[in-house]
């Protein structure tokens, strides 16, 4: 049996080995001795506290495979990715991975060769996966973002609610529950629902005191994160609402000849999204105008500067975000905007995107009916999706669409595919079968096998550029053939740069017009709920906002931040802030504004330093050189 000392080193030298670093953060240590003890374990470590590594590292110094249950697939392929650059064997399974690349990743593991595997909740009943795991030493569960399974949660996966019954068929298999985010209700409804039993319980405190917290009613968005970015020096994310308003804003601010900046969405292909991210990483000056795609399981720590072109959807999500910062220690900003016309405006488009009970019946029927699905059928095939048709026949928004659509995927009732990636292809026919089609369609196939490999035994992904160079076509021409060869039901073809859709489960209209329907009406009450929550948050001026984030999260006993922009107006509400003396060194470099005076004073309030202008005017030590440029009088 090892002894307590080698313990210790292994769990030291493994840490170097593979992370780089000589010591623990606060809790973690202790969150991994209590899983490699055998118990159940909750741990609430917010954003930036290292909760992967709290399973991660027991994963690989324990016999078996750690099967790591994981809400969302881009983080799961982001983790796995990471995982295999550092040299640890992990694989994810999702649906769309097909049966030969599934059991390829299961075989692996009853070779006691992966030691990670990330699945979604709802694999958790699918029976292929079952039947496999019966085979595989599971050394324990980590369940990422557990507030998944509470009701209350902000992201409530229903499906969550599987791991305790998967968990009672595998036997006596210790668990470990990681969230970053969750209300003392859910950190409470957590441990009822996975059957804990006596559970050693982390819990780090909220708070952050080296992130200033400044919130902003402005008109003028784009001109202030202008003079903002013009004297940013540091690694920063700005979070905006959709994908063009990532794009547009970026270019803007290059037109401006602001250029260390970058746009990042879920729209844009792998390959691209990768590049870019590397980029960020390896800069120290570089910012990045994201949609909230960017930041799950980045770990960065000199980020400075966090934007939120406007407010997040729920204060969860807003405290995930700006805890992207700052994750060194040292001091960092974080910015939020907002005006009463724009919060107006989400509530309509909130609203907006909610379908009633028929619009939602009418949405999923046709889905079925377009691809000619009656009840109880389950087609194997992969479908392109094209949202206008579906728009044209319900009559909903897109935005409907949408939504149902993303319910649907995350109940694993279909796969949604809604970014561009790597087409596939499929063989429908025998090798015997291709000598009898006509001559130039046999010819065509031929050409294929010899430019794809892996054809004949499964679905293989390939690119319409690459292949086209390759065969020395036209990447059009390419599509259309492909298309028709489909059509002839000689292969399948799923173009990955359309939206496509898997049908998971067999139809059943009175799943989805019942349970399925209750459930999704629940989530849009939730969204609607946490949004209000936010917007309180959002336009309060009397409330330290590091204390109302901390309230939020059930800390008590809680004292003001000091340095938030509420707390900084009460400040000098109460005391009077002479600058006098700081805005003249900042001037004697050269003239400003009053916008390039804030930043340059570490973002104090216009108004003060406008105070403190009108009096260095009076006196004669400040001269206007126009209406907005300020300068030391000779």
């Not at 059991?103 to 039947?131: A, H, M, W």
């Not at 209350?152 to 006596?172: A, M, T, V």
């Not at 053939?481 to 998971?504: C, T, V």
Request: overall charge positive; some cysteine.
């Amino acid at each position: 049996m090892i002894s307590e000392q080698d313990f210790s080193r292994l769990k030291t030298e493994t840490l170097k080995h593979f992370w780089g670093f000589d010591t623990f953060r606060d809790s973690q240590e202790e969150i991994i001795n209590s899983v490699i003890s055998g118990n159940d374990t909750l741990a609430l470590l917010p954003t930036g506290g290292g909760k992967s590594l709290c399973y991660q590292l027991p994963a690989l110094i324990q016999e078996g495979t750690c099967i790591v249950v994981s809400p969302l697939l881009a983080l799961m392929k982001d983790q796995v990715s990471q995982l295999k650059m550092k040299g640890i064997e992990a694989e994810y399974l999702s649906s769309e991975l097909d049966e030969f690349d599934s059991e390829t990743i299961l075989n692996r593991c009853k070779d006691g060769v992966t030691k990670l595997l990330y699945v979604s909740p709802e694999r958790l009943t699918n029976r292929f996966f079952l039947q496999n795991i019966e085979e595989i030493k599971v050394s324990f569960i980590a369940i990422d973002e557990a507030h998944c399974i509470s009701e209350w949660g902000q992201d409530f996966r229903p499906s969550y609610q599987n791991i305790k019954g998967f968990r009672e068929n595998l036997g006596k298999i210790p668990c470990l529950a990681l969230t970053a985010t969750a209300t003392p209700k859910v950190l409470d409804e957590i441990q009822q629902k996975l059957n804990f039993k006596n559970p050693a319980v982390f819990k780090k405190s909220f708070r952050r005191t080296n992130i200033r917290i400044i919130t902003e009613n402005i008109s003028d968005k784009y001109e202030r994160i202008l003079n903002l970015m013009r004297y940013n020096r540091s690694s920063g994310i700005i979070y905006v609402r959709t994908r063009k308003d990532s794009e547009e804003l970026v270019k803007f601010l290059k037109r401006n000849n602001v250029d260390n900046v970058d746009y990042f969405h879920a729209g844009l292909p792998v390959k691209e999204k990768n590049a870019k991210q590397k980029f960020w990483i390896e800069q120290n000056n570089q910012v990045l105008v994201s949609t909230n795609a960017f930041g799950m399981g980045i770990d960065k720590e000199n980020v400075r500067l966090i934007i939120h072109f406007s407010p997040s959807p729920s204060v969860e999500n807003y405290y995930q975000e700006i805890g992207r910062a700052g994750r060194d220690g040292n001091d960092s900003y974080t910015f939020l905007f907002w005006n009463d016309q724009e919060l107006k405006n989400f509530d309509d488009i909130l609203q907006h995107q909610i379908p009633s009970k028929s619009e939602f019946q009418k949405i999923v029927s046709y889905l079925y009916s377009a691809f000619q699905i009656a009840e109880n059928d389950l087609p194997e095939n992969v479908f392109q999706l094209q949202l206008q048709r579906i728009q044209n026949f319900t009559k909903c928004s897109q935005a409907k669409i949408r939504n149902v659509l993303n319910f649907l995927h995350n109940q694993e009732i279909v796969f949604f595919n809604n970014n561009k990636s790597h087409s596939s292809v499929e063989l429908k026919i025998s090798h015997d079968e291709i000598d009898l089609l006509p001559k130039k369609d046999g010819y065509f196939i031929e050409l294929l096998l010899r430019n794809i490999s892996g054809l004949t035994t499964h679905k293989t992904m390939f690119g319409e550029i690459a292949l086209s160079q390759k065969i020395r076509t036209d990447p059009h021409q390419l599509k259309e053939r492909l298309k028709e060869m489909q059509q002839r039901n000689y292969l399948e073809y799923i173009d990955g740069a359309q939206s496509s859709i898997k049908f998971l489960k067999h139809r059943d209209d009175r799943a989805i017009n019942g349970k399925y329907w209750k459930l999704f009406e629940q989530i849009q009450k939730n969204k609607i709920r946490k949004w209000e929550e936010m917007k309180f948050f959002t336009r309060n001026e009397e409330f330290c906002k590091m204390k109302m984030i901390l309230s939020y999260f059930g800390e008590k006993n809680i004292k003001n931040c000091g340095k938030c922009s509420v707390c900084e107006k009460q400040k000098e509400s109460v005391f009077g802030r002479n600058m006098t003396h700081e805005i003249l060194q900042v001037l004697r470099k050269k003239p400003c504004n009053v916008e390039e005076i804030a930043i340059q004073l570490n973002y104090y309030q216009k108004e003060t330093i406008l105070e403190n202008l009108i009096y260095l005017l009076d006196s004669g030590k400040v001269k206007m050189l126009n209406f907005r440029t300020y300068a030391v009088k000779d």
